[in-house]
Every structure is written in C-alpha cells, then in structure tokens.
C-alpha cells in the first residue's frame, strides 16, 4: 500500500491574494469604462449629426462587452481572480447606496417590499416546482432553480448547494441559467417598463422582484433611469435579507427525506446566511438620515457607488457563461425560462397593483 | 488535517470598505469623487 504524500500548501498572504486580483480588477475597470465611453460616444455622435439614437446606458454596454468577451474568446485564467471580486464590488456599492435613503423611505419602501417579496417567494418557488416536476427535472436541480428564481440567483444558489448537498454540475447549471435569463431580462424590462409608463419607483420595485441575481436587478433599474436603479437595490436587498430563511426551509425538506444533513442549530443557520451587507446599507442610510454627511458628502457617497456598480456590471458579463448551459441539455433552460417568464407577470401585476395603492 | 484559518467574508469586507470610504469622506480626507 503506498502511502499518500500531503505537500503543505502554504496559504496566500493578502498582499499575494490582492496581487492575484489585481489583473481582473483592470479589465473590469477597462470593460466598464469602454461601456461609458460606448454611451458618451453614441449621445455625441447623435448630436454633432442631428440623429435621433437611442440612449444606451453604460450598464448595457458595459455587461454586453462582458459577454461578448467571455462568450467568445474566453477569459484567460489570469483575470480570473479579479473577476471573481464583482460581489465585493456590488455589495460595498449596495451599502455605499444606502447614503441616498432617509431611514423612513427604506421603512416605507422596504415594508412595501417586505409584502410583496412574501408573494413573490410563495409564487415563485410553486411556480418553479410545478414547472420542474411536469417536466422530470432532477429534485435537487428543481430546488435549486426554485431557491435563484425565488430570492436571489448566485448568492443563494451558492448558500444552498451544501445545505442541501446537491452537486457541482447542477449549482453551475442553475447559475449559468439564471444569468443567462437576467441577461435577457436586462434588455426586455426597460421595454415593458417604457411601454406601460411605469414610475421609477414602480419600476425599481419591479426589477428588484423580478430579476433575480442582485447586479442585474440593480442594471435592469439603472437601464431605467438612476432613480429606479437605486430603488431596485433596496427591494432587490430586502428579497436578499430572506435568504437564510427559504435555505433552511429547503434543507430541513431534504433532511427529512435523508438525503441532507440536519440542521442543528437554525438561528445560528439563518444568521450565517443573513447577507451582512443589508446592515451596513442600514447603517450607512441612518447615518445619512441623522444629517452625519453634508450634501457633497452625500454625492461623492453616490458617485463611489456607482463606480463599484461600473465594475460590478462588467463582472456579470463576464462571469455570464452560455456554453454551461448546454451541458445539462435545453430541457431545464426551457423550465426556468418558462418560469421567469411566469414570474415576470405575475411580479408585474403585483408592481402594478402596489403602484395604483401605495401611490409609487 | 490542520484546520483552515477563519476567513472573512466577502460580505464583511464589503462592508468594513464602504464604512471607510464614508469615513474618509465624512472626514473630508477623500478627494471630491465625480461620475
């Protein structure tokens, strides 16, 4: 019998790890600046020729050059730790965001979130199983499809693969998918949104509901208008802030049939899942609420934000991969794109509704 | 097996640069940030 030979790995020290990043970081910096400089470009040209083009945010430009990046020649491995930063870069943007809330409007409208997530999760998950089932999808992938369409697609797919000791394929399957669909989402939402003459405030609602990985949800708002961009990180949040809750339902379900580990203790569960950036977004909102940051302040506040949410955009499209889709076959595309897409009206006429009550 | 050192996660380290950067800010030791 040969014995196995353990080489120690000596773990990374964090100038090596920042080092490491440090390519990754400059690509997303160049992406999302070619998608600022794609914007400005086409709003100049339109001018100096007198021709009426449409105005494309930077967010589009910015994740579409991602895209076309990683979907074709591919990313070389060397980026790759720098890319895998854009959820720093989103939640420090998130909390960085909360400077642009009074402490009474993430209430108000957190409440109002807080309502119609509750809908949201119950219609998306039955949605999500009912469509799985009829058309034979692995359990465990239906789970996981019903956990990224419900709440929040990568974090908590990535929050409930262990929890419910599902496989690898079926984690990078699901979160393939769910990028993909944002994606799709990212272009057919400002449409709807246009066409039906929603508020900014509706239409953040909306998005942040909807679109289920949190930068696109915050990139479909921000192709709106900036305003619905910030109200679909606060809804988007709240649906987040859910997480550990719709996880330790799913792990309990799989537990009881014997196929997951039992959860002990469930209040430290949910706390180890909470997504710990909704409090800095609280604190940061109620230091700007008791007057801490002048008016500059605020805008230089906002403007950081917006740079982390620059280099967040261009990380989704370059994490966004089509090619693992069609690993697993067309046949759970097809569920959750028939699902999103039921999901899509259903969050719409509850917007809708809430807009024609709560006055958004 | 030796057990992993305890990582911070993303999530806190998000948190602990946005507070410096509103601290730096508040503390008008941050240059003026346009977009």
Request: hydrophobic residues 55%.
């Amino acid at each position: 019998m040969s014995e196995a030979v353990i080489v120690p790995v000596r773990p990374l020290g964090l100038g090596e790890r920042v080092a490491r990043t440090l390519p990754g970081i400059l690509l997303l910096a160049t992406v999302g600046l070619a998608g600022k400089a794609a914007e400005q470009f086409l709003r100049d040209y339109g001018k100096a020729h007198h021709v009426a083009l449409p105005n494309i945010e930077y967010v589009l430009w910015a994740i579409l050059f991602g895209l076309v990046i990683a979907n074709t020649v591919g990313v070389a491995g060397i980026f790759r730790p720098g890319i895998a930063t854009y959820d720093f870069w989103l939640k420090a943007g998130i909390v960085l965001l909360g400077a642009r809330f009074l402490l009474g409007d993430v209430l108000r409208l957190g409440g109002i979130s807080l309502g119609l997530v509750a809908i949201e999760l119950a219609v998306a998950i039955a949605i999500m199983t009912f469509v799985g089932k009829a058309f034979h999808l692995k359990p465990k992938l239906t789970s996981l499809l019903a956990i990224g369409s419900s709440i929040c697609g990568v974090s908590a797919i990535i929050a409930a693969k262990p929890a419910i000791d599902a496989d690898d394929d079926d984690a990078t399957f699901a979160i393939a998918a769910i990028l993909a669909l944002g994606a799709f989402g990212l272009f057919a939402y400002p449409l709807i949104g246009h066409w039906l003459h929603m508020s900014d405030r509706a239409f953040g609602v909306w998005a942040g509901l909807a679109v289920d990985n949190t930068a696109e949800a915050i990139a479909a708002g921000s192709v709106y208008s900036d305003a619905a961009g910030k109200i679909a990180g606060l809804t988007k949040s709240t649906r987040n802030a859910m997480i550990g809750f719709v996880v330790l339902a799913y792990a309990v379900y799989w537990a009881s049939r014997g196929k997951a580990h039992t959860v002990s203790n469930k209040a430290a569960f949910l706390w180890q899942k909470f997504p710990k950036f909704v409090l800095g977004f609280l604190l940061i909102s109620l230091l700007a609420t008791v007057g801490a940051f002048s008016g500059p302040q605020v805008t230089d506040l906002a403007n950081v934000s917006r740079w982390a949410f620059l280099l967040t955009f261009a990380g989704v499209g370059l994490k966004t991969d089509f090619r693992e889709l069609k690993k697993q076959g067309m046949r759970p595309f097809v569920v959750g794109a028939l699902a999103e897409l039921s999901i899509t009206v259903v969050t719409l006429g509850l917007v809708l509704g809430a807009a024609a009550i709560f006055q958004l | 097996m030796s057990p992993q050192p305890k990582r911070i996660p993303i999530d806190w380290w998000a948190v602990i640069a946005a507070l410096g950067v509103a601290v730096l800010v508040k503390l008008h030791l941050a240059p003026h940030i346009p977009w």
